[in-house]
């Protein structure tokens, strides 16, 4: 079982910057892609970013060229450097993992999901 715990969120001014990490633990010597989503009031959850378990990276066309992810800790750590914050990016960010294919046994099958709780980003104008 994966756990995932997202932390950095906050309140910041538009132009401000903050820093997501999410914290796993696990079967973590396994093939995952790991992503950010996030979900607005009222909205549907929406992906933001990706890392898939080879290292390539993807963004959505609204944070291109602001957010950027990338991991650390042999993996154990996802990060959501967002820049230039603006307020249409206020919502709840989740951590999530994918599994891909096995490498053990002991990995989660290939398309089971692990979700965060959630962490909280506000950017005021």
């Known amino acids: 079982q994966v756990r995932l715990v997202e932390s950095g969120g906050g309140s910041v001014q538009a132009g401000g910057s903050l820093r997501l990490s999410c914290a796993a633990s696990g079967p973590l010597l396994c093939n995952y892609d790991m992503s950010w989503y996030r979900q607005a009031p009222g909205k549907e959850r929406e992906f933001v970013s990706t890392?898939?378990?080879?290292?390539?990276?993807s963004y959505a066309d609204s944070v291109k060229g602001r957010f950027t992810i990338s991991q650390a800790n042999a993996k154990s750590t996802l990060y959501l450097q967002m820049d230039s914050l603006k307020p249409e990016d206020t919502a709840i960010y989740y951590c999530?993992?994918?599994?891909?294919?096995?490498?053990?046994?002991?990995?989660?099958?290939?398309?089971?999901?692990?979700w965060g709780q959630g962490t909280q980003v506000t950017v005021s104008s």
């Open positions: 999530r993992a994918l599994a891909r294919q096995r490498k053990t046994l002991q990995c989660p099958p290939p398309g089971q999901n692990y």
């Open positions: 890392i898939s378990f080879d290292g390539a990276t």
